[in-house]
């Protein structure tokens, strides 16, 4: 939708100064699984953080995102850190995702369930699969989000059927804004 663009277009525009890099404590705890050179796909990239880490972790990363000006700061992001990263801007309701391409994809505060399924189809054979983004719990904090774009508890667990779950907090804990999974692709056999 390209009024979804405009608006992280202009969001992002307004940036002035490029921030320092944060660390997803996700990413920062499982960072033993994430390790390699395999190619990584970070979507709905954003500011490219969670890409940075990637490469820092010895990733090839491709940062997927729809705003051109997100991923220009995320470039400068990974200068400044010493990497990396290959941006492309697309919009995930029209770019379909490569199938079994990337032995790391990651997901973070983006959510559309129609995704779902290719994500795991774009996997490699034990590939892994990081997603996390806001669940209902988050309307305490912020009571005007949109609920179509908040995950219901217990959603997240059900929503990989084909992945082996490795991890998963899925929102059952009231204190908790957000859910997250890992996920392995099986191994051909």
């Known amino acids: 939708m390209r009024s979804d663009v405009d608006r992280w277009e202009e969001k992002y525009r307004d940036t002035t100064a490029v921030p320092s890099l944060i660390p997803d404590p996700l990413l920062v705890h499982y960072a033993d699984l994430l390790k390699g050179e395999g190619l990584a796909l970070d979507l709905a990239a954003g500011t490219c953080h969670t890409s940075v880490q990637l490469a820092r972790l010895g990733r090839q990363v491709v940062a997927l995102d729809c705003s051109l000006t997100a991923l220009q700061i995320g470039q400068r992001i990974a200068a400044r850190e010493g990497v990396r990263i290959q941006g492309l801007v697309a919009d995930l309701d029209n770019w379909p995702l490569p199938q ?35 669940n209902q719990h988050h309307l305490r904090e912020v009571p005007r989000f949109n609920p179509n774009y908040l995950l219901r508890p217990g959603e997240l667990a059900r929503s990989f059927p084909d992945l082996e779950l490795i991890v998963c907090r899925d ?11 890992i996920a392995r692709s099986p191994q051909k056999t």
């Open 100 to 134: 079994s391409t990337f032995e790391v994809i990651t997901c973070f505060r983006y959510l559309n369930r129609e995704l779902f399924p290719a994500m795991g189809n774009a996997l490699k054979p034990g590939g892994l699969l990081l997603y996390k983004t806001f």
């Open 171 to 181: 929102g059952v804990n009231a204190r908790e804004p957000y859910s997250f999974a």
